[in-house]
């Protein structure tokens, strides 16, 4: 096969399946409306929402699952056939292919145990351990939920109010992404949703905020570095492929380095804040307790006894319940964002030490797993994958980070409580 023929291949097999999974909307489909919030708050917060499987099977998936399996069923034959079961673009769509039809099985099976159970195969467990022999997820909440309450004790990093009204934040927003996105080919619209849990959402090409809520300055300047330069930034990479277009869409494999990216990228520009953390180690402490059998009051009840507030602990547990049932098991994507920033943050290390930066830009060529970057210096190398047209701004010019990354290669050696040890007169 002649090299044209072979990016012609690649492009047509990657175009396939970005419209094969166009119709799969995954936090749509699992999503639970205000009347279970209205219910649960009207029975004083102590009976379990009402959600079973009928609840799911009134929201229709809006596309045949059957049709969808067999397309992509078709899509893994034709790239073996005409790629092979090792070329390294075709391994990447295989596993593409094989991970859409687990979440098939996966949105089939809302509203039963079995939805948990394939959750965990797709995004992971509380208890997966960093390395052989490591600290696991839920070490890592632990350890983060002990320094954030000796941090909030302390009363002197406060959340900041709420006042920035909806029709402002969506001006500001706007603003400040089309300063990073200037090309008017890949404008970034912001707009304005009823439909969304969080406050906001990343699409393809536009970020939405959700209609009733209220913001702070921080917390745009937040949304701008998570939803915008990474999520929608990585999107516009991937879509702009000359080949590999399939970057451009993400399966839940790719979430857990997707959601690591923007938890990274708002630590280092200095966008994030104590609770913005607490908010993230709650999810991963409610989805623990949520694998060991507690339920949706369960968790409720104790991120209440904790301190937070009534619509704080239940937009926390609707995260962590939605697609299963409130006795039957987590829904586990909310363990990415740490997971993922723990690796990211382990591979920059290792590719300061490594002397191999252009690994770097690489993280942002679209939606892929940290596992698929030696995979894309290969395609790069190749002429099938593209560097990316939009980078965050701290990442433009990587020599800051790599001064702070080659110190942190030696402050990682450091015995902390001997430094505690000898720090103890200064505190």
Same mark, same amino acid.
């Given at each position: 096969?002649?090299?044209?023929?072979?990016?012609?291949?690649?492009?047509?097999?990657?175009?396939?399946?970005?419209?094969?999974?166009?119709?799969?909307?995954?936090?749509?489909?699992?999503?639970?409306?205000?009347?279970?919030?209205?219910?649960?708050?009207?029975?004083?917060?102590?009976?379990?929402?009402?959600?079973?499987? #009928?609840?799911?099977?009134?929201?229709?998936? *809006?596309? +045949?699952?059957?049709? !969808? /399996?067999?397309?992509?069923?078709?899509? %893994? @034959?034709?790239?073996?056939?005409?790629?092979?079961?090792?070329?390294?673009?075709?391994?990447?769509?295989?596993?593409?292919?094989?991970?859409?039809?687990?979440?098939?099985?996966?949105?089939?099976?809302?509203?039963?145990?079995?939805?948990?159970?394939?959750?965990?195969?797709?995004?992971?467990?509380?208890?997966?351990?960093?390395?052989?022999?490591?600290?696991?997820?839920?070490?890592?909440?632990?350890?983060?939920?002990?320094?954030?309450?000796?941090?909030?004790?302390?009363?002197?990093?406060?959340?900041?109010?709420?006042?920035?009204?909806?029709?402002?934040?969506?001006?500001?927003?706007?603003?400040?992404?089309?300063?990073?996105?200037?090309?008017?080919?890949?404008?970034?619209?912001?707009?304005?949703?009823? #439909?969304?849990?969080?406050?906001?959402?990343? *699409?393809? +090409?536009?970020?939405? !905020? /959700?209609?009733?809520?209220?913001?702070? %300055? @921080?917390?745009?300047?937040?949304?701008?570095?998570?939803?915008?330069?990474?999520?929608?930034?990585?999107?516009?990479?991937?879509?702009?492929?000359?080949?590999?277009?399939?970057?451009?869409?993400?399966?839940?494999?790719?979430?857990?380095?997707?959601?690591?990216?923007?938890?990274?990228?708002?630590?280092?520009?200095?966008?994030?804040?104590?609770?913005?953390?607490?908010?993230?180690?709650?999810?991963?402490?409610?989805?623990?307790?949520?694998?060991?059998?507690?339920?949706?009051?369960?968790?409720?009840?104790?991120?209440?006894?904790?301190?937070?507030?009534?619509?704080?602990?239940?937009?926390?547990?609707?995260?962590?319940?939605?697609?299963?049932?409130?006795?039957?098991?987590?829904?586990?994507?909310?363990?990415?964002?740490?997971?993922?920033?723990?690796?990211?943050?382990?591979?920059?290390? !290792?590719?300061?030490?490594?002397?191999?930066?252009? @690994?770097?830009?690489?993280?942002?060529?679209?939606?892929?797993?940290?596992?698929?970057?030696?995979?894309?210096?290969?395609?790069?190398?190749?002429?099938?994958?593209?560097?990316?047209?939009?980078?965050?701004?701290?990442?433009?010019?990587?020599?800051?980070?790599?001064?702070?990354?080659?110190?942190?290669?030696?402050?990682?050696?450091?015995?902390?409580?001997?430094?505690?040890?000898?720090?103890?007169?200064?505190?």
């Amino acid at each position: 096969m002649s090299h044209d023929r072979y990016r012609e291949s690649v492009r047509e097999l990657s175009d396939r399946i970005v419209a094969a999974q166009k119709g799969i909307r995954i936090l749509d489909a699992i999503k639970w409306d205000d009347r279970i919030r209205e219910a649960f708050f009207a029975g004083g917060c102590r009976a379990l929402p009402p959600v079973d499987r #009928g609840y799911y099977e009134r929201n229709r998936l *809006g596309f +045949d699952v059957d049709t !969808l /399996r067999d397309a992509f069923d078709r899509i %893994e @034959r034709d790239v073996v056939a005409r790629l092979g079961p090792v070329n390294p673009a075709g391994q990447l769509m295989i596993r593409m292919a094989r991970e859409y039809r687990t979440v098939l099985r996966m949105l089939v099976a809302r509203g039963t145990p079995e939805f948990s159970r394939l959750a965990q195969e797709l995004y992971g467990r509380s208890t997966d351990a960093f390395h052989a022999g490591g600290p696991s997820v839920a070490d890592l909440a632990a350890l983060l939920d002990g320094a954030l309450r000796g941090i909030h004790a302390g009363m002197f990093l406060e959340e900041e109010p709420r006042t920035i009204p909806m029709d402002r934040a969506v001006g500001l927003l706007q603003e400040r992404l089309d300063r990073v996105f200037d090309d008017p080919a890949a404008s970034v619209r912001v707009t304005v949703s009823d #439909g969304i849990v969080a406050d906001a959402a990343a *699409g393809s +090409d536009y970020i939405k !905020l /959700r209609k009733d809520a209220l913001f702070s %300055e @921080r917390e745009l300047r937040l949304l701008e570095v998570h939803e915008g330069w990474v999520h929608v930034g990585t999107t516009l990479n991937g879509r702009a492929q000359p080949c590999c277009t399939f970057l451009s869409k993400g399966t839940p494999s790719t979430s857990i380095t997707q959601e690591g990216l923007a938890l990274l990228i708002e630590v280092i520009s200095f966008r994030s804040h104590p609770a913005r953390l607490r908010r993230v180690t709650d999810r991963i402490r409610g989805i623990h307790l949520a694998e060991q059998g507690a339920t949706f009051v369960d968790v409720f009840r104790q991120l209440r006894e904790e301190g937070r507030g009534e619509d704080e602990a239940y937009t926390a547990c609707v995260r962590i319940f939605r697609g299963s049932t409130p006795d039957g098991g987590p829904f586990t994507k909310d363990l990415s964002y740490s997971k993922g920033f723990v690796q990211i943050y382990n591979f920059i290390r !290792l590719a300061v030490r490594r002397g191999l930066l252009d @690994r770097i830009p690489l993280l942002f060529c679209g939606k892929l797993k940290l596992e698929d970057v030696g995979t894309l210096a290969e395609l790069r190398s190749q002429g099938l994958v593209a560097p990316p047209r939009y980078l965050p701004p701290p990442l433009l010019d990587l020599n800051a980070l790599t001064a702070w990354m080659a110190y942190s290669n030696f402050l990682n050696r450091l015995d902390l409580a001997q430094v505690e040890a000898d720090f103890a007169h200064l505190f």
